[in-house]
């Protein structure tokens, strides 16, 4: 708020009248989005007012909307930074210097000094509920689901209705597969803001782990019937309409309804022909309906739309891959690591094209770098387990599989596929074990109840042979000390 020009008694608050006649004029530009002159104006302020903390606050970042003049929003982190600590130098006792500086140095991926800031501000401001919830959010970003979910039952626990914290904590336990529990804080984030369409829209994500596809059909309606009224009352928004479609066309193809799906990607270019990931779903439903042309053409659009978008090189090469195209299919997935090294999925996608050329020594190179990004991901495991299977490698294979066991004990094919190398390893007890954990953990498939009675049928056979073969060793040596009595004798 302006304080009248009467008010101002000293030179301080002189300062500050001239302070705000350039920050007014520096923001009225940037509400414009002339990011460049509000900048001019931040600087011409600068020279009539360097001993002012509240102005380096400013010109460090603000977040408004995100349409703030700033150095952060130009991209000029470093000068943002500066600033940020001149704000922090004049005045040390407002904590929101200390998030804001936290906010530059995560988005720097300056990540620990970020999370020294934030516990600044929050030790400066304990009941400030918003710093706790930016920790949690921070932490969550870096893949810290454990520690982030700590912080969002922090809030929780202070504001019972802060139903952002809620949304939170479901998306951390999401991560973690805890689909029941994350299903449940988002039905309870929609209850207490039941006009907030993305609530609706996260309860599709465990659903589908679920296989509760009709459901997540129902959720996926609800958030797109509530987004258009929600999108007035947030006018800054993005309008993420065909985002929704898109997603609702995804449901579909898990429930093998391409023809549906492909209208429901058709409905999401209608609206905003420039989303190039309606493409990239239309393509991958043609490649289901195997009309590979078709398909092709899409994964393209989805490129030319947006060529520095990594996930759609990564979508063709998988496609590409699925029909035997390998050196092509590498080509888009050198694109995609090229444009975003830190996406482990790549590298594993890679590493499965090279073992199915038999590249083995570069496949579980590329299966190791998978996992040097992303420990956490079970499947990498398999995949190296599996090459190495395959090479006669059985050892270091089981060594794998119980990396993969240790990160996801109930997934049945872990247990089903150790039990294949214990059982060429003649090692049939320990293989029956694992295919019992198999059948166990999903009793219906067929192939697990064969794989367990060939391995229990090959050991009684392997144990008879055994008997028979002692048996015929005592029958000899026995005939052998009676041929040498009689010789005594």
């Not at 407002?94 to 970020?114: F, G, V, W």
């Not at 697990?448 to 055994?466: C, D, L, P, R, S």
């Not at 029958?475 to 000390?481: C, G, N, S």
């Amino acid at each position: 708020m302006i304080l009248p020009f009467q008010n101002f008694r000293n030179k301080e608050l002189k300062l500050k009248r001239v302070y705000i006649i350039f920050i007014l004029k520096a923001h009225t530009a940037d509400e414009m989005q002339y990011f460049e002159e509000a900048m001019l104006n931040f600087d011409l302020d600068t020279l009539k007012n360097v001993e002012i903390s509240f102005y380096y606050n400013d010109k460090g970042l603000n977040k408004n909307y995100q349409q703030a003049t700033s150095l952060y929003y130009l991209n000029r982190l470093e000068d943002a930074l500066y600033a940020q600590n001149q704000a922090i130098l004049c005045n040390p006792d407002i904590s929101h210097y200390y998030y804001k500086k936290s906010y530059l140095l995560h988005n720097m991926e300056r990540y620990q000094e970020s999370q020294n800031e934030i516990n600044i501000a929050i030790q400066k401001n304990p009941n400030q509920i918003s710093y706790i919830k930016e920790k949690a959010r921070f932490l969550y970003e870096i893949g810290q689901y454990q520690n982030s979910l700590i912080e969002y039952e922090l809030c929780i626990q202070r504001d019972p209705e802060h139903h952002v914290s809620i949304n939170g904590k479901g998306n951390c336990l999401y991560n973690m597969r805890r689909y029941q529990e994350a299903l449940y804080q988002y039905s309870l984030a929609s209850q207490k803001d039941p006009q907030n369409p993305t609530y609706y829209r996260n309860k599709t994500l465990p659903l589908e782990k679920l296989k509760r596809y009709g459901e997540a059909l129902i959720e996926i309606d609800l958030a797109i019937e509530k987004y258009p009224q929600y999108l007035k009352q947030k006018p800054f928004y993005v309008d993420r309409t065909a985002h929704y479609y898109f997603e609702k066309g995804n449901i579909l193809m898990e429930m093998d309804q391409y023809e549906e799906a492909i209208i429901q990607y058709d409905k999401a270019i209608q609206i905003n022909p420039e989303y190039s990931n309606s493409f990239q779903g239309k393509g991958y439903a043609f490649y289901k309906l195997n009309r590979y042309d078709d398909a092709l053409l899409q994964f393209d659009q989805a490129i030319s739309k947006n060529p520095e978008n990594s996930e759609h090189h990564y979508e063709k090469g998988k496609f590409l891959m699925k029909i035997n195209k390998f050196e092509d299919a590498l080509i888009h997935f050198n694109f995609a690591i090229l444009q975003n090294p830190k996406n482990a999925e790549y590298y594993y996608e890679k590493a499965n094209t090279l073992r199915k050329m038999n590249r083995i020594d570069e496949a579980i190179n590329q299966y190791d770098d998978a996992i040097q990004r992303n420990f956490e991901k079970s499947e990498y495991y398999q995949g190296k387990g599996k090459i190495l299977a395959e090479n006669f490698r059985y050892d270091e294979a089981l060594l794998q599989y119980d990396y993969a066991i240790n990160k996801n004990p109930e997934n049945s094919e872990f247990h089903y596929e150790k039990g294949k190398i214990l059982e060429k390893m003649n090692k049939y007890e320990a293989a029956l074990t694992h295919y019992e954990c198999a059948i166990n953990q999903n009793p219906k498939n067929v192939e697990y109840h064969q794989a367990k009675e060939n391995a229990q049928n090959t050991m009684n056979n392997h144990n008879g042979v055994i008997i028979q073969s002692n048996s015929d060793n005592y029958k000899t040596q026995f005939q052998i000390l009676k041929s040498k009595d009689y010789m005594a004798k």
